[in-house]
């Protein structure tokens, strides 16, 4: 009888072992799945890119509907941080800091980040300006921009925008910034810094 206690925990030992290395294959193939890169498009098929400049505002211009395959493809300027990241890119290489300024704080043109939206907040509307420009100073980048760009650089500058904070941001600058990172929602934590001036020229407020 006594003989055989060394085999018992001996087998014990090899049991335990066990479930430990399954408790690790469950790990870390939880660990892999979460780990997993979205999904980059780099390049959309043209009639996609076609289908993107379907936009169909409401008279005033100001709101109204993204095309269709906005919405096949999940909305990936929203969401998806590799399409907010070209936004990013096409901010700097097409100047909108010299209007707009570098943080979204805006200078000659709007700001991004005091709460008002002359042309509506919604992602039609900021895609609709950059195409086909506003009164006032802005360019249209219809003949600049693919359609697929003009909807990457709304994505970005919805979230410079930004009043809830979402887990897709583009990456940060390497220089000093004077505002938190896009994912951290900045144009709300400027908000909530107090009441901002009347506007009485501006257009809808988030």
């Not at 066990?18 to 660990?31: D, K, N, P, T, V």
């Not at 907010?84 to 800091?97: E, S």
Request: proline share 9%; hydrophobic share 40%; charged share 20%.
């Amino acid at each position: 009888m006594w003989a055989l206690a060394p085999r018992t925990r001996a087998g014990e030992c090899a049991r335990a072992s066990q479930r430990l290395l399954a408790c690790c294959g469950l790990i870390a193939a939880f660990a892999v799945a979460g780990c997993q890169r979205e999904k980059r498009d780099v390049r959309l098929d043209p009639p996609i890119v076609a289908a993107l400049d379907d936009i169909r505002l409401l008279p005033n211009q100001i709101s109204g509907a993204p095309p269709e395959v906005f919405f096949a493809l999940d909305k990936p300027y929203e969401n998806n941080a590799f399409q907010i990241n070209q936004g990013k890119r096409l901010y700097t290489w097409f100047g909108c800091a010299t209007c707009h300024g570098a943080d979204g704080s805006g200078g000659v043109g709007p700001s991004f980040l005091d709460g008002w939206w002359l042309y509506g907040p919604e992602m039609v509307s900021v895609a609709a300006s950059i195409r086909d420009g506003r009164p006032h100073g802005m360019p249209a980048f219809r003949d600049k921009m693919t359609a697929e760009q003009i909807w990457q650089l709304a994505g970005y500058i919805r979230t410079i925008g930004a009043y809830s904070a979402t887990l897709a941001a583009p990456s940060r600058n390497d220089d000093k910034t004077a505002r938190p990172a896009e994912n951290r929602a900045p144009a709300a934590i400027l908000f909530n810094e107090g009441a901002a001036n009347p506007n009485p020229d501006q257009g809808p407020r988030p």
